[in-house]
């Protein structure tokens, strides 16, 4: 179990699965991979940070925001395959950053997302990614990602 002993050397609880807030499921399995729905930075069943990144959120906090959405991430494929030593590869990110005009560091603020996978999966964290700006996002989180996984 060498994913979830690097979880808990990260000291990293997976949250236990909340049921969905609209008409979708958390993961969908088709063949070998997995299509993860976009994951906001939930703690505790609140939001980590709400508002724009550049405004009301820092890119520091919004790193962290990243990060607990790939904490989610990983509680959502857990539930999904039981074991996420079955994880072959995380294969492509795409993260949105609900950032005001003239923020332009979306991608250092998903790194902290894609630097977490990697210290979970090592060379198979390593994955293709996009890193997007957009104005708006679900409840006004401040970050949302979705990923594509091969089990």
Known sequence: MIAEQRIE???????????PKAMYVPVVRTGNLLFVSGQIPMHEDRLLY???VGDQVSQEQAGEAAR??????????????GDLDKVKRIVKVQAFVNSVVGFTNQHIVVNAASELLFQVFG??????RTAVGTNQLPMDAPV????????
């Open 9 to 19: 050397e990260l000291g990293i609880k997976l949250p236990e699965q909340s049921a």
């Open 68 to 81: 607990e959405c790939i904490i989610n991430m990983l509680s959502a494929i857990k539930a999904e395959i």
């Open 144 to 151: 949302e990602i979705e990923a594509i996984v091969e089990v």
């Open 123 to 128: 060379e198979n964290g390593r994955h293709a």
């Open 50 to 52: 709400v508002g724009k």
